[in-house]
């Protein structure tokens, strides 16, 4: 079985992985069940690749059914320990640094943290100065483990796998993550490079965003607030059925405030009440 095989039992994704051979990450971080720690020795001995589990849930004080482990896989087993000790003592900004994350986005996150919930996709639009780079979509990253994200995985649409960064950006222009969105797709383009097609035709494109589950992607191209459109494309969110559909009849959106308006051959078929501003704006990654 091959290396990156094996290590998607640890929750790694190939973007990571080539990162972290190529020397741009140095250590990845993922969430595993107890199953699987004896391959970590295993593949330990066999490749140059360095995994330590520890037990989380404990520390956490969190009450779960299944005892709860951090993977820290990295090329030098310092840094595994080093990333280990940096989640003990809370202390983010190393680990943000450890997983490979430019200072701005972490700062970001900190300063971000501190609100209740965070909006990973407004905040980050409204820092955005230029253009949205389709390098920095990160629609389709789902890292929580909340009922929607079950929902969505358990449907089987393997979205969650398409992306060129895997943290949260600061802005959409942000010049630290476009380099590592290039860089990563650079990688893909050399030893996956059917999804890296597929990943680029899946973020380099016009989004409809309501919230974290919600969202539909287009074939069209955006002029200010309207999108002219061909058809949604099928990387399903959690959005109503009954609007998608309405949206699926016309063949343009115009985005205003308090609504939506949709029509089809520029006659008004139907338009979807927004609940607020933020919910349901027009994002063209390019
Ligand atoms: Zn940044």
Same mark, same amino acid.
């Given at each position: 079985?091959?290396?990156?095989?094996?290590?998607?039992?640890?929750?790694?994704?190939?973007?990571?992985?080539?990162?972290?051979?190529?020397?741009?990450?140095?250590?990845?971080?993922?969430?595993?069940?107890?199953? #699987?720690?004896?391959?970590?020795?295993?593949?330990?001995?066999?490749?140059?690749?360095? #995994?330590?589990?520890?037990?989380?849930?404990?520390?956490?004080?969190?009450?779960?059914?299944?005892?709860?482990?951090?993977?820290?896989?990295?090329?030098?087993?310092?840094?595994?320990?080093?990333?280990?000790?940096?989640?003990?003592?809370? *202390?983010?900004?190393?680990?943000?640094?450890?997983?490979?994350?430019?200072?701005?986005?972490?700062?970001?996150?900190?300063?971000?943290?501190?609100?209740?919930?965070?909006?990973?996709?407004?905040?980050?639009?409204?820092?955005?100065?230029?253009?949205?780079?389709?390098?920095?979509?990160?629609?389709?990253?789902?890292?929580?483990?909340?009922?929607?994200?079950?929902?969505?995985?358990?449907?089987?649409?393997? #979205?969650?796998?398409?992306?060129?960064?895997?943290?949260?950006?600061?802005?959409?222009?942000?010049?630290?993550?476009?380099?590592?969105?290039?860089?990563?797709?650079?990688?893909?383009?050399?030893?996956?490079?059917?999804?890296?097609?597929?990943?680029?035709?899946?973020?380099?494109?016009?989004?409809?965003?309501?919230?974290?589950?919600?969202?539909?992607?287009?074939?069209?191209?955006?002029?200010?607030?309207?999108?002219?459109?061909?058809?949604?494309?099928?990387?399903?969110?959690?959005?109503?059925? *009954?609007?998608?559909?309405?949206?699926?009849?016309?063949?343009?959106?115009?985005?205003?405030? *308090?609504?939506?308006?949709?029509?089809?051959?520029?006659?008004?078929?139907?338009?979807?009440?927004?609940?607020?501003?933020?919910?349901?704006?027009?994002?063209?990654?390019?």
């Amino acid at each position: 079985m091959e290396l990156i095989e094996q290590l998607t039992r640890f929750g790694i994704d190939p973007q990571s992985y080539l990162l972290l051979k190529a020397g741009l990450k140095p250590v990845i971080r993922t969430e595993v069940g107890q199953s #699987i720690i004896p391959f970590s020795e295993k593949i330990s001995r066999y490749s140059k690749i360095f #995994i330590l589990v520890k037990r989380f849930d404990e520390y956490y004080d969190l009450e779960l059914t299944e005892p709860l482990f951090y993977a820290y896989t990295s090329l030098s087993e310092e840094l595994s320990y080093d990333t280990y000790e940096a989640d003990m003592n809370q *202390d983010r900004k190393k680990l943000g640094k450890l997983l490979g994350y430019p200072d701005c986005c972490v700062d970001y996150y900190l300063k971000e943290m501190v609100k209740v919930s965070i909006e990973r996709i407004i905040g980050p639009l409204l820092n955005t100065k230029t253009k949205p780079s389709f390098y920095c979509n990160s629609i389709f990253n789902f890292d929580s483990k909340v009922d929607g994200w079950d929902k969505i995985f358990l449907k089987g649409y393997e #979205i969650c796998r398409l992306f060129l960064i895997r943290h949260m950006p600061c802005s959409f222009d942000c010049k630290e993550s476009i380099k590592i969105g290039k860089k990563t797709l650079e990688l893909l383009e050399r030893e996956l490079p059917e999804l890296a097609k597929e990943i680029v035709s899946a973020l380099k494109r016009p989004v409809l965003y309501f919230d974290y589950f919600n969202w539909i992607v287009f074939d069209g191209e955006v002029q200010n607030n309207e999108l002219q459109y061909k058809q949604v494309l099928p990387y399903k969110s959690l959005f109503p059925k *009954d609007k998608l559909n309405i949206i699926k009849q016309g063949n343009r959106l115009e985005v205003l405030d *308090d609504k939506i308006l949709i029509s089809k051959d520029d006659k008004l078929i139907s338009n979807i009440d927004k609940e607020d501003k933020y919910k349901g704006v027009l994002i063209d990654f390019l």
